[in-house]
């Protein structure tokens, strides 16, 4: 069973149409690159399945279930979450500051779902005098156990402002694993990169996939879509032109259909 099912997915922002009846599924351990020019949709859909938006017509299913995602929280509830292309990281704060950021631990909320929780839900009758005291050790020990798990050379107490491109993906990206997700969407985490941090990414990514996460990958690099996904997905002006296998295409294919020169495959 596909643990997410689009059928129909349509997006309209009063006469402009973004999109037009997008149907997909993504597989448990599979990678899906989402490729096309700008303007394609590709964002839209993918804030779509995160939450941000509503589409206009269509149905959403994961694990074969109907759902309605009424925000960002409501899809990480279920097992979504999302790196955004500027990574919504804070410069001035650690590694491990940024990987709990509005999730941090206490003495009272020992695990990020507590800590997403009203102060008064967090709280049992015995823990009402109990100040909100950061629990940084606790904060400290389980970044580093992620970026172990990713075999990631960053480290906890490090300054965001202060690491490579390649570590602030690796912050976003752990920071997706605190809930421990079954799909992660990934918006242009190759973007404006040098060649060697790319690497590290497209690692980062593979990791996922071993650890069972399926993943949606929206990417303008086609060499990286072709290194690291199992299938591809061709927008061109918010439809949805090719569904197919990478082994199956090739990026000279790709680039057709991204420009018009291919109509679909």
Same mark, same amino acid.
């Given at each position: *069973?596909?643990?997410?099912?689009?059928?129909?997915?349509?997006?309209?922002?009063?006469?402009?149409?973004?999109?037009? +009846?997008?149907?997909?599924?993504?597989?448990?351990?599979?990678?899906?690159?989402?490729?096309?020019?700008?303007?394609?949709?590709?964002?839209?859909?993918?804030?779509?399945?995160?939450?941000?938006?509503?589409?206009?017509?269509?149905?959403?299913?994961?694990?074969?279930?109907?759902?309605?995602?009424?925000?960002?929280?409501?899809?990480?509830?279920?097992?979504?979450?999302?790196?955004?292309? +500027?990574?919504?990281?804070? @410069?001035?704060?650690?590694?491990?500051?940024?990987?709990?950021?509005?999730?941090?631990?206490?003495?009272?909320?020992?695990?990020?779902?507590?800590?997403?929780?009203?102060?008064?839900?967090?709280?049992?009758?015995?823990?009402?005098?109990?100040?909100?005291?950061?629990?940084?050790?606790? *904060?400290?020990?389980?970044?580093?156990?992620?970026?172990?798990?990713?075999?990631?050379?960053?480290?906890?107490? @490090?300054?965001?402002?202060? *690491?490579?491109?390649?570590?602030?993906?690796?912050?976003?990206?752990?920071?997706?694993?605190?809930?421990?997700?079954?799909?992660?969407? *990934?918006?242009?985490?190759?973007?404006?990169?040098?060649?060697?941090?790319?690497?590290?990414?497209?690692?980062?990514?593979?990791?996922?996939?071993?650890?069972?996460?399926?993943?949606?990958?929206?990417?303008?690099?086609?060499? +990286?879509?072709?290194?690291?996904?199992?299938?591809?997905?061709?927008?061109?002006?918010?439809?949805?032109?090719? @569904?197919?296998?990478?082994?199956?295409?090739?990026?000279?294919?790709?680039?057709?259909?991204?420009?018009?020169?291919?109509?679909?495959?």
């Amino acid at each position: *069973m596909a643990v997410l099912e689009l059928a129909g997915i349509s997006k309209q922002y009063g006469a402009i149409t973004a999109l037009t +009846d997008i149907s997909l599924t993504l597989q448990a351990g599979e990678v899906v690159g989402l490729v096309g020019d700008n303007g394609a949709g590709k964002t839209t859909l993918v804030k779509i399945i995160a939450g941000n938006f509503h589409p206009t017509e269509g149905q959403i299913k994961l694990n074969g279930e109907v759902v309605q995602l009424h925000g960002p929280k409501d899809a990480r509830s279920k097992g979504i979450e999302i790196v955004y292309q +500027d990574l919504a990281l804070a @410069d001035n704060l650690t590694a491990a500051a940024n990987i709990f950021l509005g999730r941090e631990l206490t003495l009272v909320a020992k695990t990020p779902a507590e800590a997403e929780l009203p102060w008064y839900k967090r709280r049992k009758w015995w823990q009402w005098p109990l100040p909100e005291i950061l629990d940084y050790r606790a *904060m400290y020990k389980r970044s580093g156990e992620l970026f172990a798990e990713l075999k990631s050379e960053t480290r906890p107490r @490090d300054l965001v402002k202060r *690491m490579s491109g390649g570590q602030r993906q690796a912050v976003a990206i752990a920071r997706t694993r605190l809930s421990n997700p079954r799909i992660v969407l *990934m918006d242009e985490p190759t973007a404006a990169i040098s060649v060697r941090q790319v690497a590290e990414v497209l690692n980062l990514i593979r990791r996922l996939r071993e650890q069972g996460m399926a993943i949606i990958l929206i990417s303008h690099r086609i060499p +990286d879509v072709f290194a690291v996904c199992d299938r591809l997905v061709v927008l061109r002006r918010g439809t949805k032109v090719a @569904d197919k296998r990478v082994a199956d295409s090739s990026p000279e294919e790709v680039t057709g259909l991204i420009t018009g020169a291919i109509e679909r495959a």
